[in-house]
């Protein structure tokens, strides 16, 4: 899900930024290491100043020594025994705790402790383990200091988990050793000081994180969704019954999303629409002739008269005929839109293609005692872009339909031009013309209303609805009105984009 996509984005970040939490880690070892290397220092230094102190005044400089440095020194003589201690009548130093009096707070900080260092892989340091009586042989890093000219040192962990810290060397001159131990309480308290304010920083991170992924989710996601159950609804078939957000407040891609899916939603609504509507008129319309077919052909077997028989069997051709113009028609007009928006549409001369026609025509108006006249525009002023065939049969269809309403001696007038942008192609007939009432309906498919002179069976009510489907294809429109010069008759006229120049 998109929610939980958010989350571990978000989380992921998070993760780096708790990942500086063990960064304290390499901070402790870096204090660890320093306060090594100066008790390390200390101890040598003290050592020295030792040497050179006077007999009765070693015991208090050895004071002074500790109390100034928060350490605890001892000394030891070459036999191993405690000489002197800088404790000996004066205050400790620091303190060891013992952590089962610690209050619940401290365990749980030393549990936390622990858990860090786990996680980083830390090794646990020595425990320790204070010496019962106070001889140097308790004391590895003094037993090495008695042996080596130089300052040994030594890290161990407290009974409370703080860092003590030890360092030994040998007294110039004298043959005694000096040890100096610290309880480095301080580091831990500076880590854990550091820990906690990361921590408060993650958790308020943490904190802002989760609201503003589920301020993401719920302006993206939560849309996403509604649009998807949408799409799904469609899917199932329940165009009608759904309703998809259009979310008109986003101005965002959800929101463009959106009113696309609406869109295409109510475009699929109409399709839906317009398919049930046709199949019911393609019903409607194979109704009658094949009604008509059955009961010439049920009539055959009980006509003997000849002539009786000579007629029905010229309805049925008649009705034959209608039905395979029908079925040519319907099955043009279910594929048009596909076929349409599959073509590649070229550069197309429209008064060219006219002039081609012309022969086809001039047969059917001969027919009908009808005379043609073209208006041939100049070349190269009439192109669209197009599918040529298709606005071939949109073009004959008209004409077709023109020729049909003129009366015997009539003149059907075809012209082309552009004008302002757009290629305009008229067709003029002096037939009976169009009422203004029914100029909307005659381009619906099956509508038909002929003259009684036409042969029955040669129009499906269809031509109309193709030739208004073909140029609403090519981007264009049709219409029909009156005669602009006041005679009798009807003007179609379709308007087509002129093709851009190359």
């Known amino acids: 899900m998109l929610l939980h996509r958010i989350l571990a984005v978000n989380i992921f970040a998070l993760a780096v930024l708790a990942g500086s939490i063990f960064y304290l880690d390499s901070f402790r070892g870096r204090m660890t290491t320093g306060a090594v290397t100066g008790a390390e220092t200390q101890v040598g230094i003290m050592a020295d100043s030792l040497a050179l102190a006077e007999p009765g005044e070693k015991t208090a400089l050895l004071h002074r020594l500790g109390a ?88 161990r962990r407290a009974p409370e988990g703080t860092l003590f810290i030890s360092a030994a060397s040998r007294i110039p001159a004298s043959g005694d050793v000096l040890l ?21 920083v993650v958790f308020v991170t943490l904190g802002v994180s989760v609201l503003l992924s589920l301020f993401l989710a719920r302006t993206i996601a939560l849309p996403l969704r509604r649009l998807a159950r949408a799409a799904h609804q469609v899917r199932l078939g329940r165009a009608r019954e759904v ?71 010229e309805i049925v051709r008649s009705d034959v005929v209608r039905l395979d113009r029908l079925i040519v028609d319907i099955a043009e007009a279910s594929r048009l839109d596909a076929e349409l928006s599959r073509a590649r549409f070229e550069p197309v001369d429209l008064g060219h293609l006219v002039e081609s026609l012309l022969e086809l025509w001039r047969p059917r108006a001969a027919e009908r005692q009808v005379r043609l006249a073209f208006a041939r525009p100049r070349v190269g002023s009439a192109v669209v872009l197009g599918d040529e065939s298709r606005l071939a049969r949109a073009i004959d269809n008209i004409v077709d339909n023109a020729i049909s309403f003129s009366p015997p001696g009539s003149l059907v007038e075809i012209g082309a031009a552009r004008f302002g942008g757009e290629v305009v192609l008229a067709v003029e007939d002096q037939g009976p013309g169009v009422p203004e009432e029914a100029r909307a309906s005659i381009f619906r498919r099956f509508h038909s209303v002929r003259p009684e002179a036409d042969g029955f069976g040669r129009h499906s009510g269809l ?37 851009p120049s190359e």
Do not use: C
């Open 180 to 200: 100096l131990t610290r309880n480095a309480r301080d580091i831990r308290s500076i880590v854990r000081d550091e820990r906690g304010t990361l921590l408060i």
């Open 463 to 499: 031509g109309l609805a193709i030739a208004k489907a073909t140029v609403d294809g090519h981007d264009g429109r049709i219409d029909v009105e009156s005669r602009h010069d006041g005679r009798s008759g009807a003007r179609f006229v379709m308007h087509f984009p002129e093709a």
């Open 68 to 155: 100034r440095s928060r350490t605890r020194l001892r000394v030891f003589g070459s036999d191993g025994a405690l000489t002197m201690d800088s404790w000996s009548g004066a205050a400790p130093t620091y303190e060891l705790r013992d952590p089962a009096k610690e209050p619940w707070r401290k365990n749980a900080a030393r549990l936390l402790d622990n858990l860090f260092d786990a996680v980083a892989g830390k090794p646990p340091a020595s425990p320790l383990q204070l010496p019962e009586p106070e001889r140097i042989e308790g004391w590895s890093e003094a037993v090495a200091a008695l042996r080596a000219p130089r300052a040994t040192t030594m890290l």
């Open 243 to 313: 309703s998809v957000p259009t979310l008109p407040a986003r101005r965002d891609e959800i929101g463009l999303l959106a009113r696309a899916l609406a869109d295409m939603t109510q475009s699929l609504r109409y399709r839906i629409d317009a398919t049930e509507a046709f199949a019911a008129d393609v019903t409607h319309e194979l109704k009658n002739p094949l009604a008509s077919l059955r009961s010439a052909v049920d009539s055959l077997d009980k006509i003997e008269d000849p002539a009786l028989r000579r007629q029905l069997l």
